[in-house]
């Protein structure tokens, strides 16, 4: 199967999108740093309720100042006073965009809270890929295109909260800050992927640059070769001077499957089955081909999902079955969406060179 990267979230469900404020008809204004709105949720408490993905820890004390040396990582000022949507119990999740410099991972602070969080990739390497294959050098990974994702609590009071984050360095150079407002709404205030629910089917894949699509192999009886029969047991044989009398069977029969579910509340299963199974000559005979699971199960990964209609994104998330905070995201970006079809792309930074960027599509169709 081609490489689909699995990334989701258990239990947990996603829905959030951000929007970019307008001065002049927006009437959510941001809040200063370290502020907390009129109907602000308790920072200090949702300081020691939240999650951070990638293993964010917290820290006590001062929220860490911008450096100035040269090789200081840059964030877009663009995202400065952005506002993001969420709802109770699921998830914030944030792509800040980096100008420039190396990023080994972020600052974020609840702004009212007497701590911050620390999020480092390194240490959460485990959990993605490394940008590049050398080891021991400051240019190991460049985690410019990383997400920070807060997941929040169930039962919070108050619908506002404010937030700020930089960026830092292997050498713990910090960036600029930028702040974010978070609005916590109501679940039924935010579903707009009628067309995802249900379960989905794996079916072929093609390259950027192919018109033609590949099917996915799921049966995979590929390997053959010649067996004998004496005394109605089969048995091997080496001989390849002729084929009289032999009898040309499968010696392996494998099956490879891949469904993606959507549900209710923005949950999402990934499900992989594999059966391996091989000839069984001990239990075989010349007119019944008994075949034996060598390997067999199925792998479910819980998690949740959100689908944002006008930028066709769809952002999964994976959080160990919501055990501990080493949670990650993965987008995906949809091609075409209908009752009955899927197609979905992502795009590959596995490397810092994307002159000559390379997409696989990935197909499905609806169960």
């Known amino acids: ?20 404020k307008d001065s002049a008809t927006d009437t959510n204004t941001p809040v200063p740093q370290d502020t907390v709105a009129v109907s602000a949720i308790d920072p200090v408490a949702l300081s020691s309720s939240v999650k951070i993905g990638y293993g964010g820890t917290s820290v006590k004390g001062a929220f860490p100042a911008t450096t100035t040396a040269a090789e200081t990582p840059v964030l877009d000022s663009i995202y400065n006073g952005r506002i993001y949507t969420t709802v109770n119990n699921r998830y914030v999740l944030i792509y800040p965009r980096v100008r420039s410099g190396f990023i080994s991972g972020y600052y974020l602070k609840i702004n009212g809270a007497d701590s911050y969080f620390k999020i480092d990739y390194t240490i959460a390497s485990g959990l993605r890929k490394a940008r590049n ?12 295109d990383s997400s920070i994702i807060i997941k929040l609590p169930a039962g919070l ?46 079916v072929g894949y093609k390259g950027s640059e192919s018109d033609d699509w590949q099917p996915n192999v799921e049966q995979d009886s590929s390997y053959f070769r010649y067996y004998k029969c004496i005394d109605n047991k089969i048995v091997m044989t080496e001989d390849d001077e002729t084929t009289d009398g032999l009898v040309l069977l499968v010696t392996y029969k494998n099956k490879y499957t891949y469904n993606i579910q959507f549900s209710a509340d923005n949950g999402c299963q990934r499900i992989y089955y594999h059966s391996n199974r091989n000839l069984n000559l001990d239990e075989s005979s010349c007119s019944n081909y008994v075949y034996t699971p060598y390997s067999e199960g199925t792998d479910i990964y819980s998690g949740g999902y959100s689908y944002d209609a006008t930028t066709k994104v769809i952002t999964l998330i994976k959080d160990q079955d919501n055990a501990g905070n080493n949670f990650e995201s993965t987008k995906y970006y949809v091609k075409e969406l209908t009752s009955s079809r899927l197609v979905f792309y992502e795009i590959d930074r596995s490397d810092d060179y994307h002159n000559q960027l390379e997409l696989e599509y990935s ?4 169960n």
């Open 133 to 144: 294959p050398n080891h021991g050098t400051r240019d190991e990974v460049n985690n410019m």
């Open 1 to 20: 199967m081609k490489k689909i990267l699995l990334l989701c979230a258990v239990a947990c469900t996603v829905t959030f999108y951000a929007c970019k």
């Open 157 to 202: 009071k108050g619908d506002t909260f404010s937030i700020k984050y930089a960026a830092y360095d292997s050498l713990n150079h910090v960036s600029n800050t930028i702040t974010a407002i978070v609005n916590v709404i109501a679940p039924a205030d935010s579903t707009n992927d009628a067309l995802l629910a249900g379960s989905w089917h794996y």
């Open 363 to 366: 197909e499905f169709t609806k």
